[in-house]
C-alpha cells in the first residue's frame, strides 16, 4: 500500500515537473518573438497604424501619405530618453548601413513623445547622430497624442522633483509598415541591428 502511494506521488511530481517545463519553453519562445520582431495577429493591421498630420525637422507639415512608396519604420521615443531610444536608433542605424542601397526603399521615422521640449531644431540635432535618414517628428501635444494611439503607443510624464526635471516613459518598440502604410510587424527595442536588418532585408525584398 505504501509502496504504491509512493508511485502514484512520485507520478504526481512528474507530471509537475512536465508541466513546469511546458510553461518554462512556452515563456521563452514569447520572449524571443518579443526580441526577434512581433508578427501581426488577425486584425492587427487594422488595429496598428493610420493617418498622421505632424512637422518635420525642417519646420514643414507632413502627412503619412508623403511616404507612401517607400516602407516605414516608426519608433516613439524622446531626445533626452537616457536609454531605450538611444539604443534603439542606434540599432537602427546599424540596420540601415547592413541593408546598403536596400534601405533606400525604407523611411525611418522618430516621432517625440516630448514636444514640449524636442523641437525641430532638437529633433535634427538628435536624429543626425544616429543617421541622417532617420526622420524626426513631432507636433503639438494633441497631434502627438493622436499619432500614438494609432499606433498603439502608450506614453506618460514621470516627474523627478530631485532634480527638479522629468522624464516621459513609452513604449519601446519598432513598427514597420508597408509601401501602401498598412502595418506589418513590431520589433522589440532589444533586437539587435544584425536581427534588425536581417528582418528587414527579407521583407523589403519581398516587397
Known amino acids: 500500500m505504501r509502496k504504491r502511494r509512493s508511485r502514484l506521488q512520485t507520478s504526481r511530481r512528474l507530471l509537475w515537473i512536465a508541466a513546469g517545463a511546458i510553461i518554462v519553453v512556452a515563456l521563452v519562445a514569447g520572449l524571443e518573438r518579443w526580441i ?13 497604424g493610420g493617418p498622421f498630420s505632424l512637422i518635420d525637422q525642417e519646420g514643414r507639415r507632413v502627412t503619412d501619405r508623403e511616404f507612401r512608396g517607400k516602407w516605414m519604420l516608426v519608433y516613439f521615443g524622446y531626445t533626452r530618453c537616457p536609454d531605450a531610444c538611444p539604443t534603439t536608433l542606434n540599432e537602427v542605424a546599424g540596420a540601415l548601413e547592413k541593408l546598403g542601397p536596400l534601405a533606400d526603399r525604407l523611411q525611418p521615422l522618430f516621432i517625440t513623445v516630448d514636444p514640449a521640449r524636442d523641437t525641430a531644431a532638437e529633433l535634427t540635432s538628435y536624429t543626425k547622430a544616429f543617421d541622417t535618414r532617420i526622420l524626426g517628428l513631432t507636433g503639438s501635444p494633441a497631434e502627438i497624442a493622436q499619432a500614438a494611439t494609432a499606433y498603439r503607443i502608450t506614453f506618460a510624464r514621470h516627474e523627478m522633483p530631485q532634480v527638479s526635471d522629468y522624464a516621459m516613459d513609452h513604449t519601446s ?14 520589433f522589440g527595442d532589444q533586437i539587435g541591428q544584425d536581427r534588425l536588418a536581417e528582418k528587414l532585408r527579407a521583407f523589403l525584398e519581398k516587397g
Do not use: E, K, N, Y
Open 173 to 186: 518598440v519598432l513598427t514597420l509598415l508597408d509601401a501602401s502604410g498598412r502595418f506589418v510587424i513590431r
Open 36 to 48: 526577434s520582431g512581433i508578427g501581426p495577429q488577425p486584425g492587427a493591421a487594422q488595429a496598428i
